[in-house]
Each structure stands twice: as structure tokens, then as C-alpha cells.
């Protein structure tokens, strides 16, 4: 075979391996491009296009779309309808078109206005164009040529036609073309003769409106047809790097397709952790190794294209091939130049780069998952799928095409058979031309005395306003629109914020609630607010500063609950208290047992002989099998009860404090010292502002989610906890903030907690919005009644909150009733079902860092971000700034961006509909029965989405900001490049600026009026829809509460 | 009543209830008015529960006379007495068709509950539930026919949805890809089948059951043929059944199935869809009887499927593959009990099996919560203890048999290159010699599509910008 005859000289083969390590260099630099998702099981936020942080956003996305072939923006009729139903405006476009055009707005294109104009028009106007064939049809047998579009103003038409009747019946009439005196075409006069001619020249006195109407429009069309043939066509193809893509275009037949199903196949099996009960052979020499030990033996059957495969993999075994040299040996069959490398390596890996991804990270990134992958992975997986695609490649070129000659000239070869015409495109041009001139409202008198060049011109300017131009405006003006709100309702609502502290501080708060930033939590927050006004509320990211690998009493290893970004020095462990040891033992023992037998059951089922015994009693299952799925709730419930009996028992503590001195997982070694302990509480109350003014009882309550039969669960968990849950952190700070040792260290550094504050760490479920409360043991006695109150204003403000998320789901109708909300979403959470347990972060648009009682009381919809800092108690530098958004504008980006990217391309860049998902090898999904590994959000996760840059609204000046973001690379990069949209708050005068073009300029509202609504509820209550903004009156709650108090 | 008379009214429902829901989805689709979610979901659930209430009353009935064959004809459609043809629609109810439509309703009840929740807000919402009524129809038809032409009727009626879920979203490739493999298969088998049947009506001069069986309740019949003929007949029956249930060398399209939305993927292949194959061997049990060679057959074919779909089972690393793969084990151990002359056992045996499959598919996403689950309990990684019989192996030989069940039994690879590909090279090479003719004939290029080019993808759309 053509493929396997190699000329080897000496100086080829040197010359090969020197270039062996600038070619690995190569492989790692593309490695950058994929997908850097690793297992699915710890799924965290990030920005899908991380890799081209480094460039202004539209670039970065202009340069994604070459390279992964996704969408970077919603189509454009999406946009068109957001400008139909108002979520953008025109002054939106406008504005934003304006100063997109800066200088260039107001330069006139030929008499066809300013470039301003005919851009705006083009926006605003849906341009359609098909293939010739259709264009000639759609000419030829629809009233697109005889009857105005609908989006023309019938004034303006009317001015059209009335023109154009006067100038034919003054010119033209009666065959006096010859007597014109203004300088007409040359080409005018036969094309006026001959439609004359058609619409019955004889008759034109006796002709209808809808005859000139006709008439006007044909004649236009043809004169757009001259115009466009004059006009010069500038157009460059993109090229095609790989030989499979040449050849898809001349023979129809996708190497990749017959490529990929050898690859995934062993990928699968090479990277699986566990779901297969039989692994890879000599799966630990590498790859490589085991591809050409696997399909390099006898005793297998290869398919026709592969024929030939084994011969070449015994060469390679024999000569001791390494897979660098491999590759090597693979682009010089091939074909590649030393030039092209790069970029056709790049496309190589992004051909499958699910997979591909997915052996980097492991390769890279995961050495805490079962079965890594060792280092020179991916260089293995390139060298095996070269061998493979040459023969992919080699049998299409031969059965389709006849080629039987060497690969490396299979390129030209290809492209010369499959030069397959591409029309010149002068008919699709003139249709634009003609839709143009129908919206601009251009007289076909005017058109056809245009000079060539203005025609080019014209035909140049379009071509510089193509539709990932326009939609790049579509989506700034989208944008605008809610940031206007925005910043107008938090400049309106902030007005008042000195009042809303004032009266706040009059005395202490009942209690203090610390919340995670999480969007989800603004809701509860506001909530719990309107419930109880004399509660305060705190946003710190959801691990509360206690960054650990933690182990629970029924876990079986350490998983790290802290941002990705952080690697945890410490270690805490959960244990059963000391009078429980013994049912805790007991009880671990029966999981155990459980355990194995399931396990055994599970393993069983797919086995032959004992897969018959188990299925003998298979009709045991259908219990379950009926009652899960029409009874979700009951059947939990019952699970529950049995739960209860191996569940570990309810009391443990957390073994927090070492006595060793270096931090480790061992015994003794386990936990913090007090002066760490201290440092975590320090930091932690002061960058929320929490430093005076404590409440008797606060409560730390970090989030998690819980749902069924969700292969994405953890990405619905605390980001700022690695897709962990974030009780136990909570519970970890409650601890160490109660320590009298830790206040009396924290006291000699100035921070005095009173001695009657006590902290309760607590895990509010996102999904089901359960509140669970942790050591309430310890509790002292004093603190019951006021605690119960909390608890008291907490369930009401769950039971609201499960309200308020409900309005969003189609299965609940809006007339439920608060406590049937609840139900609803327990439901949710517990349903096989399910395919969206809860919305997470869709609909994140928003950050605000600062005090609360700026946004106290402001509907945000849950589509805002909350952290706290207090810029009065910080320094002139803003160092604890520094600190806030060094964790906040990352996270935050990376969750917004995520959905962006999954949102404005849902197959693409996220993982498409989530009802064929398939979990492979524990690592990911893949489409059905056998596709690419697909990262990112599914389609249900992203679908009541808007794709929007988050906002950053930042209590602080800009001088500080602008100082602490340039200290800071990797918030420079993201707020310089415009990855994410910032604006300060003045601390004082509460303006507002917006960074734009590298600088902080003055917003000036658009209005300062905002909507008010004695509660939450009356301002949502019956809509489905994303809502603006609006002032909680709490004055009218205050009442309201203690009447439900009474009731109750 | 007498237990006739009350059914006589509700086992005409058993069928008429996924028939008219059939009628009504499908009507609603034609006329481009589907029904809402909400409507959708209600209906399929009301045509269940009646289709459901009327088999157990039916089950009561003859628990409580102590029949165990009980029959309604619908219609004499065709009869040509010189030919003694009749054609009629006839459903038995008896211990075999009993247990097996209770089945199917409850499994497509609960996997419509599932499913009407899952796909909510998917734009093939509606489309799903017409063809999962289809399905339906399909199954009841099947499980309660009389006649041969009965069972053959809703024997396609179950491929036809099949093959179209497979390819429900058919946005996307491969699934149209695979569906259209499914189908293939199907057709084969299906010809089989269709042979089976002139076959019969030429050997008993009909296609009723009794005529052929015998008119003792099932399974006691027996066949009124001759051990030759048995075979004959028999062996297409087997083709049939082994196109249906993906017995070797068939196996290859069950994996492929996966494609369709997960509770589809569970009903149809890991539960109904795939049994009935082994379904029609049961039925035609006591002709299987009539030959020892035939049995021997079944049973020989039932055990290969079995040790493949063991073997192949164990190295797939997709929840999905691996469970398609473990079905196969137990339908090929469950014709290997047919095949040894067993009734009630591989009965028993395929109606647990379709339980436990339909819930271990259901839940198959919430796989990494499981392992989760079972790693916590058991407080480690979760080990694969290989068989006994793995170390005693030879490593060669380990390899091989890897890469055999790696690579599914290279089946699929067998067919398309022994059957398929030499199938289409002759009809291209007829089709190059009805070219080069046409060419002599004509005196030139004869054919007008020659000059269009390769069909490649056509310049689209030019992008105008």
C-alpha cells in the first residue's frame, strides 16, 4: 500500500529526529486550543475561550470562529426579533453603531447617503440571499420583484413609484428615449425598451398602481443586475488545511467519519476510570504502545480501509517507531510543509477535540482522578490518528476519486477534481443591492446614472459590514440595553443607601446571614430581607475563606472545597461525635455491606449467569422503576426512612485543629492552627465588611444542589468550591469563629467580636431550597429563642424563594402557592425525569461588589452577583479591593462567559440537548451512541439565557480601580480585552462611570425613575419573562411580617 | 355478566385504546395542529391506563373461569373461498400474550410518564409521541396476535418507530446514520419473515395460529407439520427472530440504537423492542419441537449471543453501549432456554429482564452518582474483579478476545464487508455496463446526470456579504 513505502535514507531520518522537539513544542502550543474541561464529575465555570484571552473580545471571536467553526454571536434573526419585541431599542443600534463608526460614520458612500445610514439599514432590515438557482426563481415566480418589501414605509414607497411614473411618462413614453437630454446609462435604454415592451407600452396611460408598482420594481432589479456586473467582487477563501477537507468537498465522503469511529472507540477504552470491567491491555505502556500491541497482532478482523494497518504497525514495532518520530513520518507522507505545521496540527486535534481535551487534562491536570494519563499522551493519540486517517484517507481518495497515487500529492489532486465552481456571485450581489435600495427608499432614476466606481464602492462598502459585523453590533446594542438599566436602577436605588444603613444601624440586627455571591442567592437574600428588614446580609464567595480538602464521616477520600485557582494546604475531617462512635462504626459497617451487594448487583446485572439470577428477580425493580418515576417525592421520602438507618449518625464534629505543626491528611497532621484559624476569620470578615455591628447570631450559609440522573450535578454546586458543596466550609468558619482562642487573637489584631455573637454555619440546596443547619448541639441556650426566629424568617424566605424560581418553570403554574412552590422544587430535585432540576446561573448578567444597602431592596431577578466590601473601611489602595476582585472578576467572568459561549452556540461550544446524553468512561458525555465528548452547558441549562458580558458594578472610585486592576494581570487582561463590562459606584456621590476605551468615563442616566412594589411577589407574580428592575418598598413589610408572625 | 360478555367488551380495548391514540396523535401531526404537551401527556396516559385496566380484567377473567385461551376475531377484511383465504384480524389472550401485554403497557406507561417530563420544551415533543404510539399499537398487536398476519402487522409496526426513533434527531448524522442501519437490518429479517409466512399458508392453507399449533392453549400445541417443514420454516423464523432480538451475526445494530433520547433508548431496546425476537420463538414454540436440529440451532445461536454480549459487555466504556451490550447477553441466554425446550422460564425471564434494563437505562445518567455513592459506602475505588477463568488465558489470547469484544465481534465489520460492499459493487458494475451500452447505443455521453459532476456538497449559499 502507497501509504506504507517510505524511502529511508540516513539524512532523512536525521534530519526527522532533530526536528523532533520543536514538532512536540508544536503539538503542546495546539494543545491550548482544546476544550480544557476535565472530568465532568468536578465541573467548573470557566471561559470557553480562555486561550485567546489575550486579544479584545470581538477579535478573540473572530479568530474562535476560524478556528472551532462556532458561532460567536446569536444568529442575526434573533437579534431582529429582541429589536421587535424591545429588548434592544434603535437609539441602542444607533448609539452604538455610532461610536463603533467614530470618525468613518458620516462619510458618504456615492449619493446614497452617509456609511451611517446605510449601515443602520442594514441592520435594521433583514437581508436575504439564497444560491443562484434559487435567486433566479425566487425573481422570477415570487412578487419579490413586483411588490415592495413589507418592512418599506408605504410613504416612501409611494414617493418611489410616483417619481419613477413621472420620469418614464416624461422621458420615455412613446419610444423618446433617444430625445432625453439628461446623460442617461448607455445600457438603460434596451433594458427600458424591452420591459416596456413586456407591460404593454400601448396601454401606459390605462396602467394600475400595481402595475407601476411592478414596473418600478423590475426596473430596479435590473438596474441593481447592471450595477452589480460593474462592481468588482473582492473575495477571499478561506483555506482548507486538512486532506479530509478537500476531499469531503470533491468526493462528498468524510475521512473523519471512518477515523473517528476507530478513535473514539479506544479512546474510550484507554482513558476509561472505571465503567468498563475489563481494561486496556498494556493500557500502562502508553497509547501508543497498546494501539500497536491491540490492533498490531493476529486474530482480528479489520475492515476493508484499514487493511494493511497491522503490516504497518509490526514495521513500526519492529524499527521501534517512537510516537514523535511517528508524527514525523505521517505529515511528510502527508504532504506538510514545515510551514503549515502549525495550523494543520491545530485542525488535527480540533477535528475530535472532545477527546483530545479530554487527554490533555488528564495528561495535565488530574492527578487526583483514578487512572491519569501519563505525560506524552496527546502526542501519542496525534501519532495513532495520523496512522490511521493516512488510511482514511487513502481508500476515500481511491474509491471515490480513482486516486491511487502518493498522499502527499492527494491535496492537489483533490482540490483540482473538486474545483467545484463557486459562482461569481453577481446575481446574489445585485439582490442586496436591490433589497438596499428598497429600504433606503433609492429611485431607480437616481440608481442608473451611478458611475462604476460608485457601484464598487457601494459593493465594498457591504462586503465591510458582513453579517458577523452586524451581529457583533446586534449584540453591543444588546448589551447596552440592559446596562443602561442596570447602571440607571442601581444609580436610582443606591440614591437612598445612607438612609437604608442609617436605619439599619439604629440598633444591632435580630441576626446576619453570609451568603455565597452566587446569583441564585440574591433572590434569598432580598427574600429574607423583605421577611424579616431587621436581618442584614453578607456575599463572600461560597468557601468562606476555609480553603480544604475535606472528607465527610461516610466519604471515602478528600475532595477539595475551595476555588480551582487555590490548591488547599490543609485538611479537615468529619467524625462522629464520641457517644455515636459505636453506631457510627455499626453503621458504616452495614453501608459497606450495602455497598459490596449493590456493587455486586450493579457488576452482576451485565455479567451472563449471574445477569440471569438477577434478572430472575428483575421484576423486583419495577417497584422502584413505577414508583421513582410517577411518585418521585413519596419515593424519596421511603428511601429516606430506609436512609436513615445506615446514613451516618446526625451528630459529628469536624476535626479542625492539629497538633501537629505542618499541615498534612495524616493523623495529627489533619486541621488548622489557631493562628490560622484566625487568619481565615480576619480575612474573611473584613474583605465583607463585617467588622462591626454584629448580630447575636450569624448564620454562614454556603450552597450546594442535589438532583437526579444529571451528569452536569456539580456544575450546578459552588463554583467557589470545585463544584462541591459548600456546607461543610461553612460549618468549618462557624467553628473557627466561635473559638474564644481565635477572637482573642483576632481582638489583639483589632477586630473585637462581641462575646455574645455566636456563628451558625448552614447549606442552603439550591435546587429544592432546603436550609440545613450544622452543630446546632453546641448552640448555647441563650441564643434558642432568637435562633428560632431566624429559622422562623429563613423558612418563609425559602418558601418564597422556591416561589419566585418557580415562576421560571413551565410545570409549575404561576397561581402556586408559596408551599406549593416548595413542594414543586423538592420534587424537582428528587425526579428521574428532570432534564432541568433547577435554571443555575442562566440569566447571570450582573456583579455588584460593594455594600448592601446600595442594592438592598432592588428586584435584581436573580440575575446578579453579590459580593460585599465596604469601601469606608478600606485603605487609600484598596488592598482589600485588591483582594475581593481578584477572586470575584474571574469567577464571575468565567461562569458568564461559559454561558455565553454555550448560549449564543449551544452544539457547538456547549454540549447540545442533554435527552441523547451517554456518559463515557466516567469522564464526560458524548451524543448518543458514540460522538465526541462534548464540554460545556447543555442546550436545558442555557435555553431562558441572554448571552451577555457580565456587568461589574463596583463600589469604589475610579482612580483606586484602575490602580488595583493594572496591579493585577489577570484582571487587566480580562477587563482591558473587554471580556467582561465594568463601572464604578461612588462611595459617596453614588455616580456612575463605565470603562470604555481604556478609560472610565461619566454615565449619565437615562433615567432616574424606578418602578416600586410594595414586595417581591407583586412584582413578578404572573410573568415568565426576564423583568426589569424595581424598588421593594420594606417599610409596607415591616407591617406585613408581623401580621404573618401573628397568624402563625 | 358472564365473564364472555364482559369480554367481549373489554378485550376489543386492550387493542382499540393505542389505536385511537394513535389515531389521534397521528391525525393531529397530519394536519399540523399538535396537541400541547399537557394534551399529549394526558391522552397517552388515559389510552395506557385503559389499555392496561382491560388486560388485568381480562387476566381476571381467565383466572376466575379457569380458561386459558380466550380469542376475538375483528373482521373477515379478505376471503377468497377457492383459495381458503381468510384474512381477519385476531387477538388471543392466553398465558404466553397475557403476561406479555401486561407487560408492554406497563413498562410504556412508566416510560411515558418519564418521557413526558424529559422531552418537555424538545421541538420533536409531539413527534416522539406519535411514534412512541405507534410503538404501542405495535406491541399490543404483536403480543396478542392470532394469526401469523396479525403478528406480522404489528411486528413492523414496532420496527418502523424503532428505526425512526434511532434517528430523532436528525439534525445530526449519525443517528440518521444508524437508524438507517437499523432498518436495513430489520428489512432483512423482516423478508425472512415474510417468506416464513407464504411458506406457511402454503404448507396449512392459513395463517392462524391454531391451525398451525394446534388448538391447545399455548404452550401445550402442537405443530401439524412435518419435521422437514418445521425446519424449513422454522429457520426463516429464526432469521426473523434474530434480526429483531440482535442475535449474532445481527448484534452489531443494538449499540447503534442508542441515539434517541434516553427513555426511548430504554423501551425499545433495552426492554420490549429486543424480547421480541425471542417473543415470536415462544410463540411458535411448539414448532420449534417439531425438530431437533431447529432447537439445536436456536439454542446454539442464543448461547453465542450470550457469551458475545458477556464478553462485549465488559470492555465497553459508555454507560449506554455497556448496557445495550449486557441485554444482549440475557435475550441470548433467554433463546438458548427456548431453544432447550424450556416455556415458562425464559417468560419469567424476559420479563424481569425488561424491568431491571428499563430502570438501569432510565437511571443511566445519574451513573456518576452511583459509582459516587458505592465508592463513599464501600470506602474505596470501586475494583473490577476479573472472572476465574481470566488469568488462566494465555495473554495472546486475552488480547484477542479484548479486541474481539472491543470491536464488537466485528460483526458489523463482517456484514458490511462480505455482504454489503459485494452487493453494491455489483450494482455499480451493472450500472457501469448499462452506461457503457447506453453510451454505444446513443453514439456519446448518454446519460444527462453524468454532466452535473459529483455529487459533492454544492457550493451553498454563497455568503453574501
Request: proline fraction near 5%; aromatic fraction near 8%; charge should be neutral.
Amino acid at each position: 500500500m502507497s501509504t506504507v513505502e517510505i524511502q529511508r535514507s540516513p539524512t532523512n531520518s536525521d534530519r526527522r529526529r532533530s526536528a523532533l522537539p520543536s514538532l512536540e513544542r508544536l503539538i503542546e502550543h495546539a494543545a491550548h486550543l482544546l476544550p480544557t474541561q476535565g472530568p465532568i464529575s468536578v465541573f467548573v465555570h470557566h471561559n470557553t475561550l480562555h486561550a485567546f484571552e489575550d486579544l479584545p473580545f470581538a477579535e478573540a471571536l473572530q479568530q474562535a470562529k476560524q478556528v472551532y467553526g462556532c458561532e460567536p454571536y446569536l444568529a442575526e434573526d434573533r437579534y431582529r426579533a429582541e429589536l421587535d419585541r424591545g429588548r434592544i431599542r434603535c437609539d441602542d443600534l444607533a448609539v452604538v453603531l455610532q461610536d463603533d463608526l467614530g470618525d468613518r460614520a458620516d462619510e458618504l458612500i456615492g449619493l446614497l447617503g452617509t456609511r451611517f445610514h446605510l449601515r443602520l439599514a442594514m441592520l435594521a432590515h433583514p437581508l436575504r440571499t439564497a444560491p443562484n438557482e434559487e435567486l433566479r426563481w425566487v425573481i422570477a415566480e415570487t412578487d419579490a420583484a413586483r411588490r415592495f418589501r413589507r418592512d418599506v414605509a408605504p410613504d416612501a414607497r409611494r414617493r418611489v413609484i410616483e417619481s419613477t411614473r413621472r420620469w418614464i411618462m416624461r422621458d420615455f413614453r412613446n419610444g423618446r428615449e433617444h430625445l432625453a437630454v439628461a446623460p442617461y446609462a448607455p445600457q438603460l435604454a434596451p433594458i427600458l425598451a424591452e420591459l416596456l415592451e413586456s407591460f404593454g407600452q400601448g396601454t401606459i396611460d390605462q396602467w394600475s398602481d400595481a402595475t407601476w408598482e411592478a414596473f418600478t420594481l423590475q426596473l430596479l432589479w435590473r438596474i441593481c443586475v447592471n450595477g452589480a456586473g460593474a462592481s468588482a467582487p473582492t473575495r477571499t477563501e478561506s483555506p482548507l488545511r486538512r486532506h479530509r477537507d478537500l476531499l469531503l468537498q470533491a468526493a462528498g465522503e468524510d475521512a473523519d467519519e471512518l477515523t473517528h469511529d476507530v478513535l473514539i472507540r479506544f479512546c474510550a477504552a484507554f482513558l476509561d476510570q472505571g465503567l468498563a470491567h475489563w481494561g486496556l491491555p498494556n493500557r500502562d505502556r502508553g497509547l501508543f504502545a497498546a494501539f500497536v500491541e491491540l490492533f498490531g497482532s493476529r486474530g482480528g478482523v479489520l475492515p476493508h480501509w484499514l487493511r494493511g494497518l497491522r503490516q504497518e504497525l509490526v514495521r513500526l514495532r519492529d524499527e521501534n517507531t517512537q510516537p514523535l518520530e511517528s508524527i514525523e513520518e505521517s505529515l511528510e507522507l502527508l504532504g506538510v510543509g514545515d510551514d503549515e505545521r502549525e495550523p494543520f496540527i491545530s485542525a488535527t486535534l480540533l477535528a475530535l477535540r472532545g477527546w483530545a481535551g479530554m487527554i490533555w487534562q488528564l495528561e495535565t491536570n488530574a492527578e487526583w482522578t483514578a487512572r491519569p494519563a501519563p505525560r506524552g499522551t496527546l502526542v501519542e493519540y496525534l501519532a495513532v490518528r495520523l496512522i490511521v486517517e493516512r488510511f482514511a484517507l487513502a481508500h476515500i481518495a481511491r474509491e471515490c476519486l480513482g486516486y491511487r497515487g502518493p498522499l502527499r500529492q492527494l491535496r492537489s489532486f483533490a482540490s483540482r477534481h473538486g474545483s467545484c465552481s463557486v459562482a461569481s456571485g453577481d446575481l446574489q450581489r445585485a439582490f442586496v443591492f436591490f433589497q438596499l435600495a428598497q429600504v433606503l427608499g433609492l429611485r431607480p432614476e437616481d440608481l442608473q446614472s451611478l458611475p462604476e466606481n460608485t457601484w464598487s464602492r457601494l459593493a465594498a462598502e457591504i462586503e465591510t459590514f458582513p453579517e458577523i459585523e452586524r451581529r457583533r453590533v446586534f449584540q453591543l446594542a444588546y448589551e447596552r440595553r440592559y446596562r443602561n438599566e442596570t447602571l440607571d436602577a442601581v444609580a436610582a436605588h443606591a440614591r437612598h443607601a445612607p438612609q437604608r444603613q442609617a436605619r439599619l444601624h439604629e440598633t444591632a440586627p435580630d441576626f446576619q446571614v453570609m451568603c455565597c455571591i452566587d446569583d441564585r442567592e440574591e433572590s434569598f437574600r432580598r427574600h429574607l430581607e423583605e421577611v424579616h428588614p431587621r436581618c442584614e446580609t453578607f456575599g463572600y464567595a461560597g468557601f468562606f475563606g476555609v480553603a480544604m480538602y475535606y472528607r465527610g464521616a461516610a466519604d471515602a477520600g478528600f475532595r477539595p472545597l475551595c476555588p480551582v485557582v487555590i490548591k488547599p494546604q490543609h485538611y479537615v475531617e468529619e467524625l462522629p461525635v464520641f457517644t455515636c462512635e459505636e453506631s457510627h462504626r455499626r453503621r458504616a459497617r452495614t453501608r459497606r455491606l450495602l455497598g459490596v451487594a449493590l456493587h455486586y448487583v450493579h457488576r452482576a446485572s451485565r455479567l451472563m449467569i449471574a445477569g440471569a439470577l438477577t434478572s430472575a428477580m428483575g421484576a423486583l425493580a419495577s417497584a422502584p422503576l413505577v414508583g421513582r418515576i410517577l411518585f418521585p417525592r413519596s419515593a424519596a421520602r421511603l428511601r429516606g426512612l430506609f436512609g436513615r438507618f445506615v446514613r451516618p449518625p446526625a451528630a459529628t464534629q469536624l476535626l479542625l485543629q492539629r497538633c501537629h505543626p505542618a499541615p498534612g491528611p495524616d493523623d495529627g497532621h489533619v486541621g488548622y492552627c489557631l493562628s490560622e484559624m484566625a487568619d481565615v476569620v480576619e480575612r474573611t470578615l473584613r474583605q465583607c465588611g463585617l467588622t462591626s455591628g454584629f448580630a447575636p447570631i450569624v448564620v454562614v450559609c454556603g450552597h450546594g444542589s442535589s438532583s437526579l440522573n444529571n451528569p452536569h450535578e456539580s456544575a450546578y454546586n459552588c463554583g467557589a468550591c470545585s463544584g462541591g458543596r459548600g456546607g461543610p466550609n461553612a460549618r468549618a468558619f462557624a467553628h473557627m469563629a466561635n473559638d474564644p482562642r481565635v477572637r482573642s487573637i483576632l481582638a489583639d489584631r483589632g477586630l473585637l467580636l462581641p462575646a455574645e455573637t455566636y456563628f451558625v454555619g448552614a447549606q442552603h440546596n439550591t435546587c429544592n431550597d432546603a436550609v440545613d443547619y450544622f452543630d446546632l448541639d453546641r448552640l448555647p441556650l441563650v441564643h434558642k429563642s432568637r435562633f428560632s426566629g431566624a429559622v422562623c424568617a429563613i423558612d418563609e424566605a425559602r418558601r418564597r424563594n422556591a416561589h419566585e424560581r418557580c415562576r421560571r418553570f413551565e410545570s409549575a403554574g404561576l397561581a402556586v402557592t408559596p408551599h406549593a412552590a416548595l413542594v414543586h422544587v423538592e420534587e424537582r430535585s428528587e425526579d428521574l425525569s428532570q432534564a432541568r432540576p433547577e435554571y443555575n446561573h442562566a440569566g447571570c448578567a450582573v456583579a455588584v461588589v460593594g455594600r448592601r444597602a446600595s442594592t438592598r431592596g432592588l428586584f435584581m431577578d436573580r440575575r446578579s452577583f453579590l459580593a460585599s466590601y465596604d469601601p469606608t473601611q478600606d485603605d487609600e489602595q484598596g488592598t482589600i479591593l485588591a483582594q475581593v476582585l481578584a477572586a470575584a472578576i474571574p469567577v464571575c467572568a468565567g461562569i458568564s462567559l461559559e454561558y455565553y459561549f454555550s448560549c449564543v452556540d449551544p452544539h457547538g461550544y456547549g454540549c447540545g440537548s442533554k435527552l441523547p446524553h451517554n456518559i463515557a468512561a466516567l469522564l464526560g458525555v458524548m451524543e448518543g451512541a458514540q460522538s465526541d465528548l462534548r464540554p460545556g452547558l447543555s442546550a436545558q441549562m442555557v435555553e431562558i439565557h441572554e448571552p451577555m458580558r457580565v456587568l461589574f458594578i463596583i463600589e469604589t472610585t475610579p482612580n483606586v480601580l484602575q490602580r488595583t486592576i493594572s496591579a493585577n494581570p489577570v484582571l487587566d487582561r480580562l477587563v482591558r480585552n473587554e471580556w467582561v463590562q465594568v463601572a464604578t459606584l461612588d462611595p459617596q456621590t453614588k455616580t456612575v462611570c463605565l470603562y470604555r476605551n481604556s478609560r472610565f468615563e461619566p454615565y449619565q442616566p437615562e433615567s432616574g425613575e424606578l418602578p416600586a412594589a410594595s414586595c417581591s411577589v407583586d412584582w413578578y407574580r404572573g410573568w415568565r419573562d426576564n423583568l426589569g428592575y424595581a424598588s421593594v418598598i420594606e417599610e409596607e413589610w415591616v407591617a406585613g411580617c408581623d401580621a404573618t408572625g401573628a397568624a402563625q | 355478566m358472564t365473564g364472555d360478555q364482559v369480554f367481549n367488551a373489554v378485550g376489543p380495548l386492550v387493542v382499540a385504546s393505542p389505536a385511537v391514540l394513535l389515531a389521534l396523535l397521528g391525525m393531529a401531526a397530519l394536519l399540523g395542529k399538535p396537541f400541547s404537551e399537557r394534551t399529549t401527556a394526558r391522552l397517552v396516559q388515559a389510552a395506557i391506563v385503559v389499555g392496561l385496566t382491560c388486560s388485568l380484567t381480562v387476566l381476571a377473567i381467565m383466572l376466575a373461569s379457569d380458561r386459558r385461551l380466550l380469542s376475538l376475531t375483528l373482521g373477515n377484511w379478505i376471503v377468497l373461498p377457492q383459495e381458503h383465504f381468510r384474512f381477519t384480524f385476531k387477538f388471543t389472550f392466553d398465558r404466553l400474550s397475557v403476561p406479555f401485554v401486561i407487560l408492554s403497557f406497563v413498562l410504556c406507561g412508566t416510560t411515558s410518564a418519564f418521557a413526558s417530563k424529559y422531552l418537555h420544551r424538545e421541538a420533536g415533543y409531539h413527534r416522539f409521541f406519535v411514534l412512541f404510539a405507534l410503538f404501542l399499537l405495535g406491541m399490543v398487536a404483536s403480543s396478542l396476535a392470532g394469526t401469523i398476519e396479525t403478528l406480522f402487522a404489528g411486528w413492523e409496526l414496532v420496527g418502523l418507530s424503532s428505526a425512526l426513533l434511532v434517528g430523532f434527531f436528525h439534525e445530526r448524522s449519525t443517528p440518521v446514520t444508524n437508524g438507517l442501519r437499523v432498518w436495513t437490518v430489520y428489512r432483512c429479517s423482516d423478508a425472512a419473515f415474510l417468506v416464513a409466512m407464504v411458506l406457511l399458508h402454503h404448507v396449512t392453507a392459513g395463517g392462524d395460529f391454531i391451525r398451525l399449533l394446534g388448538s391447545r392453549p399455548w404452550p401445550e400445541g402442537e405443530a401439524l407439520l412435518t419435521s422437514g417443514q418445521a425446519l424449513s420454516i422454522g429457520m426463516l423464523l429464526l432469521v426473523a427472530a434474530a434480526g429483531k432480538s440482535a442475535l449474532v451475526p445481527f448484534c452489531g445494530w443494538l449499540p447503534r440504537a442508542m441515539e434517541g433520547p434516553t427513555p426511548s433508548s430504554a423501551i425499545f431496546y433495552g426492554a420490549l423492542s429486543v424480547h421480541l425476537g425471542a417473543f415470536l420463538l415462544l410463540r411458535v414454540g411448539p414448532l420449534l419441537e417439531q425438530s431437533f436440529l431447529l432447537c439445536a440451532m436456536v439454542a446454539a445461536l442464543g448461547l453465542a449471543t450470550a457469551v458475545f454480549g458477556a464478553l462485549a459487555a465488559r470492555v465497553q466504556a459508555d454507560v449506554k453501549s455497556a448496557l445495550a451490550c449486557a441485554s444482549l447477553a440475557q435475550v441470548g441466554l433467554i433463546v438458548a432456554e427456548i431453544g432447550c425446550g424450556l416455556r415458562y422460564v425464559p417468560l419469567i425471564h424476559i420479563i424481569g429482564h425488561a424491568c431491571l434494563r428499563t430502570l438501569q437505562l432510565l437511571r443511566a445518567p445519574t451513573l456518576l452518582l452511583d459509582y459516587h455513592a458505592l465508592e463513599n459506602a464501600i470506602g474505596n475505588r470501586l475494583s473490577n474483579v476479573s472472572p476465574a477463568w481470566e488469568p488462566a488465558t494465555p495473554e495472546r489470547w486475552r488480547r484477542r478476545l479484548y479486541r474481539f469484544a472491543l470491536e464488537r465481534g466485528y460483526f458489523d465489520v463482517i456484514l458490511d464487508d462480505c455482504i454489503a460492499r459485494p452487493f453494491a459493487r455489483i450494482f455499480q458494475w451493472c450500472d457501469a455496463a448499462e452506461r457503457r451500452w447506453t453510451d454505444f447505443l446513443a453514439g456519446g455521453p448518454s446519460r444527462e446526470s453524468d454532466a452535473l459532476g459529483v455529487p459533492g456538497p454544492v457550493p451553498v449559499a454563497e455568503e453574501l456579504q
